[in-house]
């Protein structure tokens, strides 16, 4: 359900806004001065204010400003005003709506279902879903460059990593020392092939159960390794 703050200090129609969106299934709270308003929408949870421009202590324009900075939610206000310049003024300091009073109810329901149904859409599309490998109980967040196995977290260095996620990517292929070496550590670098070896075996005291019997990391004699999914 979402909750709401209603800033206004002509309290008939702070009720009948609270009414209307109450009836919508919204959560709302109400507060008739500037300042307690203002420390309401800082301190506490909610998923979008309306705001009267006119009201005692702090203006609606102050407390805008100050919520704008620190939260990222709708904000509808509410006046009187009928002006272009309050309007241009309020849409400066992030309102995202403007609405003159009188008004109807239904509009100012239909406004807030529309402001947050747009949030909710713009939240879900910024929202960056990490990119994740499970495989059999070993699961690697490549985002994170975090790996767990069976639900515990286990350490890596930078190339083990690489070597396990790049393996892991593969399943079922077999990959030699030397087409390895190439991937990880590149073309580029000098070293011995010897180092993939090394590399192996370290991944394997992490993730397998018996490393004599490795039931991930696969050795195809004469050839390399491979992931086995």
């Not at 239909?110 to 859409?121: E, G, S, T």
């Not at 073309?187 to 039931?215: C, L, W, Y």
Request: aromatic fraction near 8%; charged fraction near 35%.
């Amino acid at each position: 359900m979402s909750k709401i703050l209603i800033v206004e200090d002509e309290e008939a129609i702070a009720d009948l806004e609270k009414d209307y969106l109450e009836l919508s299934g919204f959560e709302v709270e109400i507060e008739n001065r500037g300042d307690t308003g203002l420390d309401k929408a800082l301190n506490e949870d909610y998923d979008l204010l309306i705001l009267d421009l006119m009201l005692p202590e702090v203006d609606g324009f102050e407390i805008c400003r100050q919520v704008r900075e620190k939260k990222d939610m709708p904000i509808i206000m509410v006046s009187a005003k009928k002006d272009d310049i309050d309007k241009i003024r309020g849409l400066g300091l992030g309102a995202d709506d403007y609405i003159t009073k009188p008004f109807s109810p239904s509009e100012m329901v239909a406004r807030v279902k529309a402001h947050l149904a747009r949030y909710d859409r713009l939240i879900g599309s910024g929202q960056k879903v990490n990119d994740v490998i499970e495989i059999r109980g070993i699961k690697i967040d490549k985002t994170a460059r975090r790996v767990w196995v069976n639900g515990e977290e286990k350490q890596f260095t930078t190339k083990e990593f690489d070597l396990l996620t790049f393996l892991a990517e593969n399943p079922n292929h077999v990959f030699t020392k030397e087409e390895l070496f190439r991937e990880i550590w590149d073309m580029e670098s000098i070293g011995d092939i010897a180092t993939v070896t090394v590399h192996i075996k370290k991944i394997r005291e992490k993730i397998e159960f018996n490393t004599a019997k490795p039931q991930y990391i696969e050795t195809i004699w004469g050839v390399g390794y491979r992931f086995k999914a």
